[in-house]
């Protein structure tokens, strides 16, 4: 089956840019969705399609992907951005929805 | 605005059956596939199972097929997830979430129902 990694952690300071890797086999062939999820609360999606932001995403919040990494950036980094961090695709060769181990984003 | 609410999460023993259910509103039920995905307490995002519109496809994990059976009333803007043959294992939050297009992203999550098993 398809595995997506991602560090456990990620620490910036204020104001600096955090990226957050998610690492595939050949991912730069799917598309890569990434959800942020604060304690307490149900996923959110932050990125769709490698690099598409919902409405009420800030711009801040950006994706790409290439070979066998996609990043989620996070410039301008704030306090509320401090979460867990997960990317996901559609593994079409078992047609299943796949997961990465998640991130989680501490602002220093 | 696109709502999902689940209900049904309890404490059940090891072995036990139960059924989740999540009611959707905010937008056509039946236009749109539907997940389950869960999460212990202090892990990562596990998806479950995946429905399609009209029922017709459906997916699960390999950690679940077999155990769990995912269905939809569309009349009633309802998703379900049997659970049956529980062990400690599956004790978590279950989510609902709406899928985008058949395959592709989860654009809207319920709030989840917490799943305990344990005798």
């Known amino acids: 089956s398809y595995v997506l990694t991602q560090p456990p952690s990620v620490s910036e300071a204020p104001g600096k840019t955090a990226r957050i890797t998610c690492g595939g086999n050949?991912?730069?062939?799917?598309?890569v969705h990434w959800y942020q999820q604060k304690p307490g609360q149900a996923p959110l999606l932050v990125i769709y399609?490698?690099?598409d932001r919902p409405s009420g995403i800030p711009e801040r919040l950006s994706g790409s992907n290439s070979g066998n990494t996609a990043t989620l950036t996070i410039s301008r980094v704030e306090a509320g951005d401090e979460a867990d961090y997960y990317c996901?695709?559609?593994?079409?060769?078992?047609?299943?929805?796949?997961f990465g181990g998640g991130t989680k984003l501490t602002v220093l | 605005e696109v709502h999902l609410v689940e209900s049904g999460g309890v404490v059940e023993q090891p072995g036990g059956s139960l059924r989740l259910s999540c009611v959707a509103s905010?937008?056509?039920?039946?236009?749109?596939?539907m997940h389950w995905v869960r999460q212990a307490p202090g892990k990562s995002l596990e998806w479950v199972s995946f429905?399609?519109?009209?029922?017709?496809?459906?997916r699960y994990a390999d950690s679940v097929r077999g155990r769990f059976t995912i269905s939809r009333d569309n009349s009633k803007n309802s998703l379900y997830l049997e659970m049956n043959s529980l062990r400690a294992e599956d004790t978590a939050f279950y989510y609902c979430?709406?899928?985008?297009?058949?395959?592709?992203?989860?654009?809207?999550w319920g709030q989840g129902s917490l799943v305990t098993v344990s005798s």
């Open positions: 979430a709406k899928d985008r297009s058949g395959g592709s992203y989860l654009d809207y």
């Open positions: 429905i399609s519109w009209d029922g017709s496809r459906l």
């Open positions: 905010g937008f056509s039920f039946d236009d749109y596939g």
């Open positions: 050949k991912i730069g062939s799917k598309s």
């Open positions: 996901q695709v559609w593994d079409t060769t078992s047609d299943h929805v796949v």
């Open positions: 399609n490698d690099d």
